[in-house]
């Protein structure tokens, strides 16, 4: 327990984000860095770059709901002040995706329609999975949720936005190297905590291993939805824009169809998943395939 005080202190938490990778940025990224002008310029990748980001800010506004629910569920002190941290942390990545929303040219009087038109109704629906249980005061099934299935493919997908990014797009790469290094904390916690406690309640693995996998359906649903229509990539071609040779997972994202890139993504999440959920104690339950 010592360990665990110490690694999700907000001691730790200060020196790791708000004075460590944090410090100098504005909204996660450096001043002054804008979106590129290719991007701004082309009503095609604009609103693709528009879809994509609501889902994360749809994505970002349950994990701060999930988190601060959690907060007095949580059976002791050190969890509760952790939680605090990850509030605090999930409250800012709603804010800096929001206002990458502004920056792409969402006016803000508009925001909540513009959320509400594009927000993928399966990423809704994996939202809502996640948040009963946190509404219920069940703290280890709501953490397993959030911090392990929630921000387990959070994780994952903000890994593959880099790689994509970080040759074409600085801004946007920056804000998402902040994310992933908070992410990478909370799933820490997720595994750190939760395994002493699943020993404690065995009666909760069915209830829990029925939520993983509601949740990972509507995760795989949201992925088909997201690159099956996605004309970024026709798009590009059609500027003459040489898509970046990044890898991810041994993959080169430069020549993969929309189509391999979300399997390459899907298979990567599920096994995570599957890894992080035997370590506590919990068993994979493979979700039926979105058709």
Request: include cysteine; charged fraction near 25%; aromatic fraction near 8%.
């Amino acid at each position: 327990m010592a360990d665990f005080l110490s690694a999700y202190s907000i001691q730790s938490w200060l020196e790791s984000a708000p004075q460590g990778y944090l410090e100098n940025t504005e909204h996660g990224h450096a001043r002054g860095e804008r979106e590129p002008a290719f991007l701004l310029e082309n009503d095609v990748l604009r609103e693709e770059n528009v879809k994509a980001t609501v889902q994360l800010v749809v994505g970002e506004r349950c994990a701060l709901s999930a988190s601060s629910g959690l907060i007095n569920a949580a059976p002791d002190e050190a969890s509760r002040r952790f939680l605090a941290t990850q509030t605090l942390d999930e409250a800012r990545h709603v804010e800096v995706f929001t206002h990458r929303l502004y920056d792409l040219g969402v006016q803000k009087s508009a925001l909540e329609d513009v959320i509400r038109t594009y927000a993928n109704p399966n990423l809704v629906k994996f939202a809502e999975v996640l948040l009963e249980k946190v509404d219920k005061k069940d703290f280890v099934a709501g953490v397993v949720g959030q911090n392990i299935v929630l921000e387990g493919m959070a994780f994952s997908v903000f890994e593959m936005m880099y790689a994509m990014n970080e040759p074409m797009n600085a801004k946007f790469a920056h804000t998402l190297a902040g994310t992933i290094a908070d992410e990478r904390r909370h799933v820490g916690f997720g595994e750190n905590r939760i395994g002493s406690l699943i020993k404690d309640h065995p009666e909760k693995k069915p209830a829990i291993e029925r939520m993983q996998k509601e949740m990972s359906y509507f995760m795989l649903a949201t992925f088909a939805d997201a690159f099956r229509g996605n004309r970024t990539v026709e798009e590009l071609k059609k500027l003459g824009v040489e898509r970046p040779h990044s890898s991810y997972q041994g993959a080169d994202l430069g020549v993969l169809s929309p189509e391999e890139m979300e399997h390459v993504l899907a298979d990567t999440v599920l096994h995570e998943f599957k890894t992080r959920l035997g370590r506590i104690g919990i068993e994979y339950q493979t979700p039926a395939t979105p058709s």
